[in-house]
Structures are given as C-alpha cells and as structure tokens.
C-alpha cells in the first residue's frame, strides 16, 4: 500500500463549487506524489444550521435519533458533489458516508463518541480507488442508527481515521492559515505559529480557539497523529501540532486565549460541612453542564460561599437546578452574572519559567481590570473578567508576553 494522506475541509472550503474546485486543487497535491488520500468533508458553510431550523419547524423538541439521521444529510450531499467533480476530472474516486466505513461510536445522538473504525474496509477500498470521499461529522451506533459527533465532528473524523490508518499527516484545511497566538480580529499583533504541542492546542481549543475542535485534539494526542492546520485558499505552510519539543519551552507563553460564553454562578451562604460540594455539582454532571472554574470562600460562623462558571448557554438549567437543590443544601441567596469573560495565558514552556502570574497581574492591573476568579494548571493561568474588557485584556496579555516559535 502507497502512503496515505488525511485532509478534511470545513464548510467554509465546501461552501460552492469554486471553493470546491480549490479543495481538489489540494488534493491533487499528495496524489501528484504518488498517495493515496482520504478527503474527510464537512457540510457546506450554514446548511447544518439550515437543517436544524428546519427540524424545529416540524417539530419543537425533535427526536434525538432523527435529528442525526437529518443533519447528517449535509456531509452526504458534500461528498457526493465533490466525488462527481473529481470523477469528471479523471479521478479514481468514491464516496463514502460514516455508516459505510463504518465509523462506529456511541448512541450518544448529537454528541456521539466513536468507539472504532474498521481500517481494514478502508484500506482494501484503497486498493481499488486513488481517493476516498469520506463524510465527516457522522457515524453508526450498535443499533445501525445514524449518529453525529457534535460540532466541529468532521476534525474529529478526520483524525481518526488518520490513526486507525496509521497515516504520515492529517492535514486540516480551513479559511485561516494556521493556528495563530491569539485571534487576529482581536489583536493586530496576532502571529501565525510554526508549531504548537498537543496540550497547547488542548488549552486553546478549550477557551474557545475555533482552528481545531477539542476531540480532534485529544484523539490526536492519544494516538500520535501529525496534525497539520493550513488554509484552503493558500499553498504556505500551517502550523503543525505535533508532541512537546526543546523549542517549545524555551518559549514561556505560546498564545492568550478567550472565551465569552460564560457565565458565573454564587451559590451564598452554604453550610461549610461535607457533602454539600456533592450535593452541588453531581446534578450538575448529570445534566452534562461543563463546570471549569470554581472558587469555595473562607468559612464565616459556618457558612461559606461557592462560585463556578458554566458556559452562558447553560445558564439557566444551572439556576433551576440550583433552586431545586435549596431545601436540601440550605443556601441564603443564589447570584449569576452572564457578562463575564475567561481569558488565558497558554505555553508549555511556563512549567519553565517563574513569574507569569506576577506579570499578568500587573499587566491587568495597569489596565484597571479586576479578576473575579482565577485558575491555573501546570501549562495556564486563566483569569474570569468583566466581558467588557475582554479585547483589552487579550491585547495586555499578548503584548506583555507572547513570542513566536522559530521554524526548524
């Protein structure tokens, strides 16, 4: 079997035909080479939205199980025109839906986690044909159901099957030229990186940095895929995300990164005794709502304060759960504030390097920007403010520390 390359294009690259004609453009690159290539394909650009309005039309709580078996359509019509324009051009080419892999995953409908891939079935449809028009976003659960991966699912397809392969690369196309050190449209400063770690790329996908979807990231790590981010509509070099190297620590912070779609929660006055944290965040996890930063204040004549956040969209389940739970766990007072912001400081080679809290204190302070919560792990240091001053602090922070990695 010749080498095999992965590329996935978003729906900004599949949007109609002439950013179509660029993505074969693109592929005929490794072909060229003499590779094999598998195109993972998203839905064109506002047709799963286009899809899901519509599923609310007809119903107003639709069917999980029926929702995948609709939005999934999106992919389909993607690769079916795709695989008719590079047959036209020659091409030995077929496409290929999630159920016909199959990419089998988890009956979790419009969050499904894939379980496997059968990389056999792929590789002998290589055998046969130069191309492979995989869709992305979807697969087939235990009980031959159509299943979605949730948004930014086509990375995580393309990611897989590029480990089930064993494939050199997976190539991720987009309409940005590769990852950058905080997002351009805020800061005019933002550079384009060379290379990024794994846990880098984790940390940036996790507040909020929409180049790569978390999963894709994870499941990259896990299984040692080279992950290369680059544009659809430009032959320069992306940004490769790849394992931990020298170079990376020599660099203290790697990127700042945001995310507005939060929202902070105070539940006041709990009893400070065991059990009530339990009490608090377990229905919270049996809603599967994200908790990330969370503060517990000192004891006052035995009652203490807890204050989390939770993304802006969850907000009200949070409340309603929280109100439920009051007779049980007894707090004086519930507070919530959506127009809050985290912004984060991100670089391996902070493990490294003292004193980033000390300067992104100052350099918040300078601004007149107060932190309302802070939390920190061994590579970030993230600060929840006021959204108001979120471009402000993105663009102290990226001033105040960030350099670029040097190529090689």
Known sequence: MKNIVVQKFGGTSVRNLECMKQVLNNVRRPLAAGDKVIVVLSAMAGETNRLLALAKEWSPAPDLAELDSLVSTGEQISVALFAMMAKDEGINCRSVLGFQVPIISNSAYGKARIESIDSEKLVAMLEDYDVLVVAGFQGVDANDRITTLGRGGSDTSAVAVAAALQAEVCEIYTDVPGVFTTDPNMCAEARKLDRISYDEMLEMASMGAKVLQIRSVEFAKKYNVTVHVRSTFSDEPGTIVTQEEAVMESVKVAGVAYDKDQA?????????????????????????????????????????????????????????????????????????????????????????????????????????????????????????????????????????????????
């Open 264 to 408: 902070q929660v105070t539940v006041v006055g709990v009893l400070d005794e065991p059990g009530v944290c339990a009490a608090i965040f377990t229905p919270i996890a049996e809603k599967r709502i994200l908790v990330d930063m969370i503060v517990q204040n000192p004891s006052r004549e035995g009652r203490t304060d807890i204050t989390f956040t939770v993304p802006r969209s969850d907000l009200p389940d949070t409340l309603k759960l929280m109100e439920g739970l009051k007779a049980e766990i007894g707090y004086l007072a519930l507070l919530s504030d959506r127009d809050v912001a985290k912004v984060s400081v991100i670089g391996v080679g902070m493990r490294n390097h003292s004193g980033v809290a000390a300067q992104a204190f100052r350099a918040l302070r300078d601004e007149n920007i107060n932190i309302l919560m802070i939390s920190t792990s061994e590579i970030k240091l993230t600060c929840l403010i006021e959204d108001k001053y979120t471009e402000l602090a993105v663009r102290t922070l990226h001033q105040t520390f960030v350099g670029q990695y040097q190529v090689g």
